[in-house]
């Protein structure tokens, strides 16, 4: 995202016609970022099933910030 950001104040306005390509560029990233962030949650969360549902687990000691 970065790259192409500063290729896009390199180029400034022409950067948002079709023929550069850059705005493709931008698009994709912007989805391939959200994508990633959407899989680290979805990671988070099976660590969090999986904490939970230890049989170990003591939800007061939890609650009470006691590790």
Request: charged share 25%.
């Amino acid at each position: 995202m970065g790259v192409v950001t500063d290729a896009m104040r390199v180029v400034g306005v022409e950067a948002y016609k079709e023929s550069t390509g850059l705005m493709e560029l931008l698009k994709d990233g912007m989805a391939y970022s959200s994508v990633r962030r959407r899989q680290h949650v979805g990671v988070r969360r099976l660590q969090l099933q999986r904490i939970l549902s230890s049989p170990d687990y003591d939800m007061v000691a939890a609650a009470e910030a006691q590790f």
